[in-house]
């Protein structure tokens, strides 16, 4: 391995090209500032631009923020942080005009305001659309500002560790996927913001670079990890393959039914229906499927009927679902109920940061130099569930709010100079080294199978103390195997096989912390179910879990208040 690599130095580094990094990355150039945004895809494959129902704000007339912060933080089964979401429902329909100024075209009315969906949880509709592409065009809309900007992008670059030092980063280790060539970039100040970790599951909608590797490469430090018990499942992903069936579909009128024909939300939400939230319509659909009333060749499913909105309000409103039912099940869901499952979709939990963007040491103290915004972070404005269309949200406000914060603190002096040395991508450089000399007999493919189906059997919609300890055995055992992998590509050239090898090794890693918050939460609360503790427990659990991973793997966790605020925890019905 070459040992000269070169040293690249910026004023900020940005890992991730969705829309929160391209938001931070847009307002830190035109504040005068040098910035990279590296990258493992191009920016606009980012799994942003897959977001299809819409973003919320409170617009129309009869719609307020205060109802836009109620339902949030209801909807978080009151876990969410109340002064993040406050600041993120204030500043939500400004952002929304910041975005349409840059050129991007929502859906309107016929009076010419922006047209809004209802979405699950939500008291109006709130959500603005671009038909059923909303995160395309929003993601395209910031990317094509920033790179006319001349924001320098590094595409198809793999991160693969930070430089952490005397408690501040003072950059990151990459390296150029096409030659395997690594590089050093040196900043005052570093801001992740690299997306989901739902490919830890077998039915899951995310892209498949949703491995969370920043989670991990954080975690490997010593950093902690806050609240990673809570993985949303989506209750609409096409059964089988768990590929999204946008809850605008919901939003638009889908009905659920199962196998006797039955309404069946009627049973578990009789005021909410099918726009209950999410975790709520997921458990009913998977008790639905457990209790015999499945339908599709597996009986694992239920159907979600369009057929009366007709062809013209599903070619005008939702094209796109209408194409991915088509292709991935051969079902016209104009002229027929489509076939759907829960699958896994969102990650609640993430890099602990306080409202402007600082990634925490610990429950009282904060890394210098180091940021992170969008789904990678836990700020937390979900708690323990995310709403539809509060996620782009987030991703675009935080991810330019913490743009601002960085700007501020290089423009205040607060981040001293970076000091690197080729010795700190001894790491980086050893694992690929260890990969690629790896000649043992077990396959990547084969462990992250296992991976992902023992997690959805026993880490998924419920859970259970038992069902928890046998993944916990689970993953040791999965975890012994991967020292014993051997990859056949051993080339430099877009060796896929080589970054596999290192993603399933972040998967192993940032599942530990799902089971291990899941097995210390003895409680119900939004997305985490516990059949053995069916209630949500506010005397004990009200509260963030922050957890650290020691140089053995053995995780330890702490607790942190919740932010409260006005609204006082309520029983959360629907
Ligand atoms: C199918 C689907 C539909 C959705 N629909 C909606 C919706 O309608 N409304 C809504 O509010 N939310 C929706 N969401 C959620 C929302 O889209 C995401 O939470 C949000 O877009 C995340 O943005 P981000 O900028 O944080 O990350 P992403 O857009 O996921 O970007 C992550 C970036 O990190 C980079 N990266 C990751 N690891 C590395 C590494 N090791 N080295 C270099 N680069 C790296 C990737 O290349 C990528 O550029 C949906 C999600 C999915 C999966």
């Excluded at 693969?160 to 150029?176: R, T």
């Excluded at 409260?564 to 629907?574: A, C, V």
């Amino acid at each position: 391995m070459n040992e000269n690599i070169p040293i690249h130095e910026y004023d900020v580094v940005i890992v991730g090209s969705g829309i929160a990094g391209c938001s931070a990355a847009r307002e830190l150039h035109r504040n005068g500032k040098k910035v990279a945004v590296i990258t493992k895809l191009h920016p606009l494959r980012s799994h942003s631009g897959a977001a299809q129902g819409g973003i919320n704000a409170a617009l129309s007339k009869d719609d307020e923020i205060d109802l836009h912060m109620f339902d949030t933080i209801k909807g978080s089964d009151y876990l969410g942080d109340q002064d993040a979401i406050e600041l993120m429902c204030t500043k939500a329909p400004e952002t929304i005009r910041w975005i349409e100024r840059m050129g991007a075209a929502f859906t309107r009315n016929n009076d010419g305001t922006i047209a809004q969906r209802p979405f699950g949880g939500q008291s109006k509709p709130r959500a603005c659309y671009a038909k059923d592409r909303t995160g395309l065009t929003l993601l395209q809309t910031i990317f094509e500002q920033a790179h006319r900007d001349g924001v320098t992008f590094f595409d198809e670059w793999y991160v693969s560790d930070i430089i952490y030092k005397e408690g501040k980063v003072h950059g990151v280790v990459a390296y150029n996927i096409r030659d395997l060539e690594f590089a050093i970039f040196k900043s005052k100040a570093t801001m992740f913001a690299t997306g989901g970790y739902g490919r830890a599951f077998k039915v899951n909608s995310n892209a498949h670079a949703n491995t969370g590797d920043a989670l991990s490469i954080v975690a490997r430090h010593g950093l902690p990890l806050e609240d990673m018990e809570f993985v949303q499942f989506h209750p609409t992903g096409l059964a089988g393959s768990g590929i999204l069936i946008s809850e605008a579909a919901r939003g638009e009128g889908g009905k659920l039914f199962n196998s006797e024909g039955e309404r069946f939300m009627e049973r578990y939400a009789p005021n909410k229906m099918e726009l209950a939230p999410r975790d709520v319509v997921s458990r009913s659909i998977q008790k639905e499927v457990l209790e015999g009333r499945g339908v599709g060749p597996n009986k694992d499913a239920v159907f979600i009927d369009l057929t009366h909105l007709g062809e013209k309000v599903i070619m005008e409103k939702l094209p796109e679902l209408r194409d991915l039912a088509l292709t991935f099940l051969g079902l016209d869901m104009i002229k027929e109920p489509i076939l759907i499952s829960p699958t896994a979709h969102y990650s609640m939990g993430g890099i602990p940061v306080n409202i402007d963007g600082k990634v925490r040491k610990s429950c009282s103290d904060f890394v210098e130099g180091f940021y992170a915004a969008g789904e990678c972070s836990c700020v937390s404005v979900h708690g323990a569930n995310r709403l539809g269309a509060n996620s782009l949200l987030e991703a675009l406000f935080f991810g330019r709010h913490t743009g601002e914060s960085i700007l501020r603190d290089l423009n205040d002096k607060k981040l001293s100079n970076p000091n690197v040395v080729f010795e700190d991508a001894k790491r980086a450089l050893e694992e690929v080294e260890k990969i690629l000399k790896s000649n043992g007999s077990e396959k990547i493919a084969k462990i992250r199978e296992e991976l992902q189906e023992s997690m959805t059997n026993d880490a998924g919609v419920f859970r259970t103390k038992e069902s928890l300890l046998r993944q916990q055995e689970k993953l040791n055992e999965l975890k012994a195997r991967f020292e014993n992998i051997r990859i056949d590509d051993k080339s430099k050239v877009f060796n896929t096989d080589l970054q596999e090898a290192i993603e399933l090794g972040h998967m192993l890693d940032y599942s530990f912390f799902i089971v291990e918050g899941a097995l210390i939460r003895e409680e119900s609360r939004g997305a985490h179910y516990r059949e053995d503790f069916p209630n949500r427990d506010d005397d004990k659990f009200l509260k963030h879990t922050i957890a650290f991973m020691d140089e053995n793997g053995k995780i330890s966790t702490q607790f942190l208040d919740v932010a409260l605020g006005k609204f006082e925890p309520q029983p959360r019905t629907y």
